[in-house]
C-alpha cells in the first residue's frame, strides 16, 4: 500500500509531500490545475520513462520520492528478498526514489541502494496498477482478454504447471531437432570417414614406406651418374694398377715393417697402416658390392615415382604431409571404429517428447475446463455490472476458442470478449462493437470483479470516468467504493458523484509565487469536502443548493 508520495521541483510542483491511507482516495480540482502530476511523477518512480520537461523551470534536479507499506510474502516483499534489496531494520516499509537531472538523465533507488529502471519497473508491477483514460483500450487486446479471465480463475497453479510442461515439451522438442541433426552430422561424417579409409586402405601405404620411395626414385634417377664415380672411385681405391690406394699403401706397410724390424717405435705406424690398408680393401670391396646393385631400370622408376605421386596427391587432400599418411590413415580407422549408432538413444529421446507433449495437452485440457467456467462466471458477472452502468440492455460474453494442436505456455485457448450492445443485435467482438464510453464501464467493472483475485495493493484511476455523468458516475462511485475496500484506491476524477464516496479527498489547486506557477494538493477535512463537491456541482458560485446537495451526496455515500 501507498503511504506517502514526496515530489520536489517536478513539472509545477515546487514542494509536495501527501500522506495515503488505506480505503478510496479521490483527487479533484479545477481542469488544468495539475491533478495528474501526482500520479505521473510517481509514475517514474515506478520506472516509468523521464523527460527533461518534467523539471521545474530553474531547478537543478527533480526529486521524487514514494513509500509503500509491505505486506510479508507479498510478492513485492519476495522479489526484495530476492534481489537483495530490502531494508532490513524495517522489511514492511520499501522507499523508492527517482531523481531527475538538469542534464536529462535519472537516478534510481530502492531503500536508498541505486537500481536500474528495469528493476524499479519489475517491483513497480508487484505495487501499483495505474489505469489512465485511455487504459480501456488495453481490453481490446487478446493477450490482456486472456491475463483478465486468468485473473479472475485464479488458477495460478495450473498456469503454472502449464507453463511448466509446455518448456518441458519445447526442450525435449529441441533435443530431438538437435539430436537428428547430430544423427544427420553423425552419419555424413560416417561416411566421409568410411570413403577416407577405404581409399587408404586400397593404397596401403606402409610403415616409413614414402621415405624408402624417395631413396629408390633418388637412386634409379642418378643410376649413370651412380655408376659413373663407383667407377672411378674403385679406380682409385684398388683397380688401377699403377697407381692406387691399396697399392700405395701395401708397398707403404712393406717399408715400416722394415723400419720396425731396424727401430721398435714404427711398430705403432705399423699398426696404423695395417688398419688403413684393411680399411681401404674392405671400402673398396663394399663399393664393388654395391656398384653391382646399380640398375638401370625406366620401368621401376615409373612404377615409384606414380606411388609417389599417388601418396603426395592424398597428402595433399588431407592436408598432411606424405611421411605421415600411415599415422593419418592409423587415426581414421580409430575414429570411424568410435562413431556410435545413435539410433536407440533417437527412438529413445522421441518418446520422451511424445510423453511430454501429451502431459502438456492435459494441462491445457485442465486449464481450458478451468477458465471455461471461470468465463460464464465473469461474463454474466460483467453483464450485471454493466447493466447498472446504464448500459440496460448490453450483454457481455466471452468465447474461448480452443486448439491442442497449437499449444503455447499460456494453453490451447484464445480469448475474445465479445458484446451484444443492445437487443436485437448479434454479439461482436468488443473492438468491433463497443463504443470509449462503453469501454471505460466494462474495465471498470472487470476491475472490480478482479480486484479480489489480484496481488497488486493498489489501484489508481486517472480519469476513468470521463464521459458519464448522473446516476451512472453515482454507481461508478459505489464500485470504485466497494474496490476500496478490497485494496487502496486512488481516483482522480471531476465527477462530484464519483468524489463523495471517496473515504479520503484531496483537492488540487494551482496559484502563482514570484510570476511563477505552482501547484499543492490539500487533503479535505469533511467540511471543506462539502464545499469541494459543491464547487464541482455548481461551478466558482457556490450556492446553498449545493451545498445542500453535496452534503446530501456526501450522507448517501456513507
Not at 505521473?40 to 515506478?46: F, N, T
Not at 697402416?273 to 646393385?293: M, P, T, W
Not at 440492455?393 to 494442436?405: E, G, V
Not at 475496500?485 to 463523495?500: D, E, F, P
Request: proline share 1%; aromatic share 6%; glycine share 4%.
Amino acid at each position: 500500500m501507498l503511504t506517502q508520495l514526496t515530489i520536489n521541483n517536478f513539472a509545477i510542483v515546487r514542494h509536495l509531500d501527501i500522506e495515503l491511507a488505506q480505503g478510496m482516495s479521490v483527487i479533484t480540482g479545477e481542469t488544468g490545475a495539475g491533478k495528474s502530476i501526482a500520479i505521473d511523477a510517481l509514475g517514474i518512480c515506478l520506472g516509468q520513462r523521464t523527460e527533461l520537461s518534467m523539471l521545474r523551470e530553474g531547478q537543478e534536479r527533480a526529486d521524487v520520492c514514494v513509500t509503500f507499506h509491505i505486506e510479508p510474502q507479498s510478492p513485492a516483499s519476495v522479489w526484495l528478498k530476492q534481489q537483495e534489496l530490502e531494508d532490513q531494520d524495517n522489511p514492511e516499509s520499501c522507499i523508492l526514489r527517482r531523481i531527475i537531472n538538469q542534464d536529462g538523465r535519472s537516478k534510481a533507488f530502492i531503500n536508498s541502494t541505486p537500481v536500474s529502471v528495469a528493476q524499479l519497473k519489475e517491483l513497480g508491477a508487484y505495487l501499483i496498477h495505474i489505469n489512465g483514460q485511455h487504459a480501456s483500450q488495453l481490453l481490446l487486446k487478446p493477450d490482456f482478454q486472456l491475463q483478465t479471465l486468468d485473473t479472475f480463475c485464479s488458477h495460478a497453479a495450473l498456469l503454472s504447471q502449464m507453463k511448466t510442461d509446455y518448456q518441458q515439451w519445447k526442450s525435449l522438442q529441441r533435443q530431438v531437432e538437435e539430436f537428428k541433426q547430430k544423427c544427420a552430422e553423425n552419419e555424413a561424417r560416417k561416411q566421409l570417414l568410411q570413403y577416407q579409409v577405404d581409399e587408404l586402405d586400397e593404397f596401403n601405404l606402409q610403415e616409413d614406406e614414402f621415405i624408402q620411395l624417395e631413396e629408390d626414385h633418388k637412386r634409379l634417377s642418378n643410376s649413370e651418374q651412380l655408376t659413373s664415380l663407383a667407377q672411378s672411385l674403385l679406380g682409385i681405391l684398388s683397380e688401377n694398377d699403377t697407381v692406387s690406394a691399396d697399392s700405395l699403401l701395401y708397398r707403404a706397410t712393406q717399408y715400416v715393417d722394415e723400419l720396425a724390424e731396424l727401430d721398435s717405435r714404427y711398430a705403432e705406424i705399423q699398426t696404423m697402416l695395417q688398419d688403413a690398408l684393411i680399411q681401404v680393401q674392405e671400402a673398396s670391396s663394399e663399393v664393388q658390392h654395391l656398384a653391382s646393385d646399380i640398375e638401370q631400370d625406366p620401368y621401376l622408376l615409373e612404377e615409384i615415382e606414380q606411388r609417389m605421386s599417388q601418396a603426395i596427391h592424398l597428402a595433399k587432400k588431407h592436408y598432411i604431409s606424405p611421411e605421415n599418411l600411415v599415422e593419418f590413415h592409423r587415426s581414421l580407422k580409430v575414429e570411424l571404429e568410435q562413431l556410435i549408432d545413435y539410433s536407440e538413444s533417437e527412438d529413445e529421446l522421441i518418446q520422451q517428447e511424445k510423453l511430454a507433449f501429451t502431459q502438456m495437452q492435459a494441462s491445457a485440457m485442465a486449464l481450458h475446463h478451468s477458465r471455461e467456467t471461470g468465463a460464464a462466471k465473469l461474463a454474466e458477472q460483467v453483464t450485471q455490472s454493466i447493466k447498472q452502468l446504464a448500459m440496460e440492455n448490453a450483454q457481455f460474453f466471452i468465447r474461448l476458442n480452443t486448439d491442442y494442436s497449437k499449444v503455447s505456455a499460456n494453453g490451447a485457448d484464445n480469448v475474445q470478449f465479445d458484446l451484444q450492445s443492445n437487443l436485437g443485435q448479434s454479439a461482436q467482438s468488443l473492438a468491433k462493437t463497443a463504443s470509449g464510453g462503453e469501454l471505460s464501464r466494462i474495465a471498470l467493472a472487470i476491475q472490480v470483479l478482479t480486484s479480489d483475485k489480484s496481488a497488486i495493493p493498489t489501484l489508481i484511476f486517472d480519469e476513468i470516468d470521463v464521459g458519464i455523468s448522473g446516476a451512472t458516475a453515482s454507481v461508478v462511485g459505489k464500485l470504485l467504493r466497494r474496490l476500496g475496500s478490497q485494496c487502496q484506491v486512488l481516483c482522480v476524477t471531476h465527477l462530484a458523484q464519483v468524489a463523495s464516496y471517496g473515504n479520503h479527498h484531496f483537492v488540487v489547486e494551482k496559484f502563482t509565487v514570484d510570476e511563477k506557477t505552482e501547484t499543492k494538493m490539500t487533503a479535505l477535512s469533511a467540511q471543506q469536502r462539502v464545499k469541494a463537491l459543491a464547487k464541482l456541482l455548481g461551478g466558482r458560485k457556490i450556492t446553498d443548493t449545493a451545498l445542500a446537495n453535496a452534503q446530501e451526496m456526501l450522507d448517501l455515500a456513507s
